[in-house]
Nanobody
Framework: LVQLVESGGGSVQAGGSLRLSCAVSEFNYHTYCMAWFRQVPGKEREGVAY????????TYADSVKGRFTISKDNAKNTLYLQMNNLKPEDTAMYYCAADRGGWSELAGRTVCYSIYHSWGQGTQVTVSS
C-alpha cells in the first residue's frame, strides 16, 4: 500500500480558509481512489470528498459542497483539500485515505468502495465562531 501524511490543519475563525495537503509515497493502482474523511470523537467517520482516476471524478458530502475542493497533483505526489468558508461544524480530525478500488461489471470500470486501506494519521482542523 502507500504512506500518507497530512498537513495544513490548524485553528481558524468561521469564514476562513485552510488548505490541507496529503503527501503520498507514490501514486499507483493503490491510489486509484483517494478521499478526505473527518471524524469527531464519539461520532462516526464521515466521508468529506472523494476523487478517482476516472476523468478526475470528484464527489462531495452535501455539507461541504460549494465550499471544499479536492484535487491532486500527480507530479508532486500530493492530494489537496481546499476548504473555504469554514464553519464551526467543520471542526474535526481530517484524514487522507487511498484505495485501489475494484472492477465493477455494472459500471464497466474500476469503482471506489466505502472501505479504504491506506490512511494518514490525521490533521486537526478547528473552526471557532
Amino acid at each position: 500500500l502507500v504512506q500518507l501524511v497530512e498537513s495544513g490543519g490548524g485553528s481558524v475563525q468561521a469564514g476562513g480558509s485552510l488548505r490541507l495537503s496529503c503527501a503520498v509515497s507514490e501514486f499507483n493502482y493503490h491510489t486509484y481512489c483517494m478521499a478526505w474523511f473527518r471524524q469527531v470523537p464519539g461520532k462516526e467517520r464521515e466521508g468529506v470528498a472523494y476523487i478517482d482516476d476516472n476523468d478526475a471524478n470528484t464527489t462531495y458530502a452535501d455539507s461541504v459542497k460549494g465550499r471544499f475542493t479536492i484535487s491532486k497533483d500527480n507530479a508532486k505526489n500530493t492530494l489537496y483539500l481546499q476548504m473555504n468558508n469554514l464553519k464551526p461544524e467543520d471542526t474535526a480530525m481530517y484524514y487522507c485515505a487511498a484505495d485501489r478500488g475494484g472492477w465493477s461489471e455494472l459500471a464497466g470500470r474500476t469503482v471506489c468502495y466505502s472501505i479504504y486501506h491506506s490512511w494518514g494519521q490525521g490533521t486537526q482542523v478547528t473552526v471557532s465562531s
